[in-house]
């Protein structure tokens, strides 16, 4: 079945380091990525976006990179702050695509910053 | 612009009771709406999708129903609530068509005693 796996599940960085979170999908039809940062007791909030006919995107700090061929995309957090500890969610549209926009959620990765 | 309300934000409900969880989104028309379930420092689990009034796709088999009896209302119930039924329930709205992100509500923590 689809399915996204998400590596590593927590990752500790010093502030001021970089941070990189990888993600792999199952279905070659999914055509949408969205990066979702979730701090504690909160709702998820999207940070990010790419779609398949894009490599590289990025905004500010935050950056997403798209393998199509090896089915994996990866978020990149440059010069990290403590504000940016939280779980970050990876997600990939599902087999129906665009008619329910399901998505499937990779298992999370817990960020921490230290000061 | 779009929001997404949802109630309540917490809730203590003994095992056996019913449950009713709302969300309603404003600012847009014939919005998808889905239902997730998050366990304690674990993933996202969909629970329910809806893609128009009536309309509801189950994704687990549990004891949990949904309905959309208005076009920006999903409705989440159950008539007998179990001690796994605990975790932080979220609703969340799309557009329609491909490449919609999903938006997420602030959440109701649920505590089955």
């Known amino acids: 079945g689809e399915n996204v796996e998400q590596h590593p599940s927590t990752l500790s960085v010093q502030e001021g380091d970089s941070a990189v979170i990888k993600c792999t999908y199952s279905?070659?039809?999914?055509?949408?990525f969205p990066w979702y940062k979730q701090e504690l007791g909160k709702r998820p909030q999207l940070i990010i976006d790419?779609?398949?006919?894009?490599g590289e995107k990025k905004d500010q700090r935050i950056a997403v990179t798209l393998n199509k061929t090896a089915k994996h995309f990866s978020l990149h957090i440059t010069e990290t702050q403590p504000e940016d500890s939280a779980v970050y969610f990876c997600a990939a549209s599902g087999r129906s695509g665009g008619a329910t926009n399901k998505l499937i959620f990779g298992t999370g990765t817990l960020l921490a910053v230290q000061p | 612009s779009q929001t997404i309300h949802q109630w309540p934000a917490t809730l203590v409900q003994p095992v056996g009771s019913p449950l009713s969880l709302e969300c309603t989104v404003e600012?847009?028309?014939?919005?998808?709406l889905y239902w997730y379930r998050q366990a304690a420092g674990r993933g996202l689990q969909l629970l329910f999708y809806s893609v128009g009034i009536g309309q509801i796709s189950s994704e687990v088999p549990q004891n949990l129903s949904a309905s959309r009896p208005q076009d920006r209302q999903f409705i989440l119930s159950s008539k007998k609530l179990l001690l796994s039924d605990s975790g932080f329930y979220l609703c969340?709205?799309?557009?329609?068509?491909?490449?919609?992100?999903?938006?997420f509500g602030d959440g109701t923590r649920l505590s089955i005693l």
């Open positions: 279905d070659s039809a999914s055509n949408y």
């Open positions: 600012g847009t028309s014939n919005p998808n």
């Open positions: 969340a709205w799309s557009g329609t068509g491909g490449y919609q992100p999903q938006h």
């Open positions: 790419i779609r398949s006919n894009v």
